[in-house]
């Protein structure tokens, strides 16, 4: 919101630089009639001027579509010479009688602009047949809306027809603009027309509007000439001809075409004064004080369109003073408009810091005899101030009930009024509360539920009434149940307890996805109520409070060979007894496990074609999530534990592509080699024997 103040404070100060001439004035006839149509003799015909403002300024720079609600016109003034032959009636009314026309945006939205001094500001001069008004804050890209009634005349005698054309002009500063042109015609269509043609001679500057649409009347017809054109820094020589005598204004329409022409010629260099503007004390952050520019004496000067009591970041605007001019009263609704003098003119603005008050009041029937005088002193703070709210008053046979607001909070840009209320003492009860889990467990997974019953006592001997419980855990709420009312996740109600009876009320608390946390839960009783003007015991503690954990641990195994290749069809099972008896689950991925707890796990179906690991393994998973297996590295990531498992081969027989069987035939050549040679000896042995015998 602050930039954007910026913004817009910028974009109203870049439109006062320049003179704003945007003036847009935009003239149709109403409907069912259209352009260069026929209309009745002796009718009512209205026709409507637009007056448009597009927030352009004499340097082409634009406004951007979020500062339309910001930027407004100067004075717009508007003439409209109503066509000779019709005959001015009054102006279009809006449905109250009082309003002009409607001030919308092109979306049809309302905003700002109005036609000065209302109804009573559109003015009608018989003289000149002109009709004029002034349009003032005009803001950028709404138009406002005035209607003319006109009466049509009976054709004159020898005059088969007459034609009606309506151009209307605008002026802001010095310099004008011309409308479109509306035409309608009585009479007769096969008439032979002439044409009223509008020149410029010379050096036409730039800005200056286009010239006069041209027109064709019968002879004989009475006709207007188009009003005289302005451009800043330029005399138009007027609209002059040879063609026709012209007098007041009008002239008789001949058998020839007619031509007017019109010059322009630069002033004479004018003395020009400077204008400046200055901030004399603190002002907002981001505001600057327009530029200085001058001015030819005699000129209008606007001032800058930051208007009394308008608000920035903050501050608030005083106004403008200066010695050296005298200036109008400055106008909270529209911009302040004087005439250059033969000076400099020194501006000097004035910014005041807006703060604003914090109040006490009492409210409700009962209140101490001396209440006023013991309410808090008002106090003024600053928007963005930390406000402490004040102590409790005191009172004897009296008991505050505290004040309805916030014990600390941030001043905003308002006043503020804190209300608080008495109770007559008579005496204190004191309930009892109490907290507890009910589907209790060592830890919970995401998304599981934990549920807690809260049991409030009344240890009066009376009703106790408009009891009220705060939930102060994040993530734990109030659920429906009996005999009592939950206002929101945090709010629960008790409308009333019986002497030395009991309510119990239901919370719940969603786990989350954190690796490990112990989250403490806790509610408060912070009201009650008693119809004997016996009140609550607000020195005693009314919260209770039970802790959980919120666990997210999961183990998961890769069963790997020898080679830290991975192996499929493992299974795994998870016990949390050292006997083996108590299960958790079966796999390769075990979730939901308990922090501080040792489990035990066991290989219990192998790999085909390998063996069972053989041991039960000691699986310690710590405070943190972190899992640790004597004997193995395990890595963990957000409660996360992964380790990797090997299993080896089962050997039935000796194993190819290894040393295989070559060792026991090895074995086996040799004994076969050794038995070959030990009978051989033995035979030889056997045989020498023998042949020493016989000799």
């Not at 002002?283 to 004080?289: L, R, V």
């Not at 589907?439 to 549920?451: F, L, R």
């Not at 429906?480 to 009333?496: F, H, L, M, Q």
């Given at each position: 919101m602050k930039d954007k103040k910026k913004l817009i404070i910028g974009l109203i100060v870049l439109a006062v630089v320049a003179v704003i001439i945007a003036i847009v004035a935009s003239l149709s006839f109403a409907a069912p009639l259209e352009n260069d149509v026929k209309v009745e003799e002796d009718s009512e015909l209205t026709y409507y001027i637009d007056v448009i403002y597009d927030g352009k300024d004499g340097e082409a720079t634009t406004s951007s579509d979020t500062a339309t609600a910001q930027v407004y016109s100067d004075y717009i003034y508007v003439e409209d010479k109503i066509p000779d032959g019709l005959t001015f009636k009054g102006f279009v009314q809006s449905d109250d009688g009082e309003t002009i026309g409607a001030v919308k945006r092109s979306d049809g939205t309302f905003c700002a602009g109005y036609v000065e001094d209302g109804m009573s500001g559109l003015q009608y001069n018989e003289v000149t047949r002109t009709v004029s008004f002034r349009v003032k804050n005009l803001q950028a890209g709404c138009k406002i809306t005035v209607g003319i009634i006109t009466q049509t005349p009976t054709l004159p005698t020898g005059i088969n027809r007459m034609d009606f054309y309506n151009t209307a002009y605008g002026r802001e500063g010095s310099t004008s603009i011309n409308s479109n042109t509306v035409h309608v015609f009585m009479g007769r269509d096969n008439v032979t027309p002439y044409q009223v043609v509008y020149q410029y001679e010379g050096d036409v500057p730039e800005g200056a509007p286009d010239v006069p649409l041209t027109t064709t009347y019968v002879a004989g017809s009475t006709v207007g000439v188009s009003q005289n054109v302005t451009v800043e820094g330029y005399d138009f020589s007027g609209w002059s001809t040879t063609d026709v005598s012209v007098s007041n204004g009008s002239f008789t329409m001949p058998s020839k075409n007619v031509t007017f022409v019109g010059s322009f010629t630069p002033k004479e260099s004018e003395e020009t004064y400077e204008v400046s503007y200055s901030i004399s004390g603190s002002?907002?952050?981001?505001?600057?004080?327009p530029r200085d520019k001058d001015y030819p004496v005699g000129s209008d000067v606007k001032l800058d369109s930051l208007k009394v009591g308008d608000v920035i970041n903050g501050y608030r605007f005083l106004g403008w003073a200066t010695n050296d001019v005298e200036l109008p009263a400055m106008s909270t609704d529209a911009s302040t408009i004087f005439t250059m003098p033969n000076n400099n003119v020194q501006l000097v603005g004035q910014f005041e810091r807006i703060s604003y008050k914090v109040t006490y009041q009492f409210q409700g029937s009962v209140v101490p005899p001396n209440a006023s005088s013991l309410l808090p002193a008002e106090q003024s703070y600053y928007p963005g101030?930390?406000?402490?709210?004040?102590?409790?008053?005191?009172?004897?046979?009296?008991r505050f009930l505290g004040w309805y607001y916030a014990d600390e909070f941030t001043m905003p840009e308002e006043d503020v009024v804190i209300y608080g209320e008495w109770m007559v003492e008579t005496g204190t009860f004191s309930p009892t509360i109490t907290k507890s889990i009910t589907?209790?467990?060592?830890?919970?997974?995401?998304?599981?539920?934990?549920?807690f019953d809260i049991t409030v006592t009344n240890t009066a001997d009376f009703v106790i009434t408009d009891v009220i419980l705060e939930e102060q855990t994040d993530g734990c709420?109030?659920?429906?149940?009996?005999?009592?009312?939950?206002?929101?996740?945090?709010?629960?109600?008790?409308?009333?307890i019986p002497a030395h009876g009991s309510v119990t009320v239901h919370a719940q608390y969603e786990a989350g996805d954190d690796a490990v946390k112990t989250i403490t839960n806790v509610v408060e009783l912070t009201g009650a109520l008693a119809s004997n003007n016996y009140s609550l015991d607000t020195s005693q503690d009314y919260t209770a409070e039970v802790d959980f954990v919120v666990a997210n641990i999961s183990l998961e195994i890769a069963k790997i060979n020898d080679d830290q290749d991975p192996l499929s069809n493992a299974e795994f099972t998870l016990y949390r007894n050292r006997e083996l008896t108590n299960v958790v689950s079966k796999g390769l991925s075990f979730n939901g496990l308990a922090p501080n707890t040792t489990y035990y796990l066991e290989e219990t179906k192998a790999p085909t074609g390998y063996q069972l690991l053989g041991q039960v393994l000691e699986i310690n998973v710590g405070s943190d999530g972190t899992i640790t297996i004597p004997g193995y590295d395990v890595s963990t990531q957000n409660g996360v534990n992964r380790v990797s498992i090997i299993n080896h081969e089962i050997n039935v027989l000796p194993n190819t592509g290894g040393s295989g069987i070559i060792p026991y035939i090895v074995v086996g050549l040799v004994?076969?080699?050794?038995?070959?040679?030990?009978?051989?000896?033995?035979?030889?042995?056997?045989?020498?024997?023998?042949e020493k015998s016989r000799k």
């Open positions: 002002m907002p952050d981001g505001y600057m004080p101030n930390t406000v402490t709210t004040a102590a409790y008053p005191e009172a004897s046979g009296y589907n209790k467990q060592d830890s919970y997974s995401a998304g599981e539920i934990v549920t709420k109030f659920v429906s149940g009996d005999s009592y009312t939950v206002r929101n996740d945090k709010y629960a109600s008790i409308a009333s004994l076969i080699i050794t038995g070959v040679v030990c009978s051989i000896f033995m035979i030889r042995k056997r045989g020498a024997r023998h």
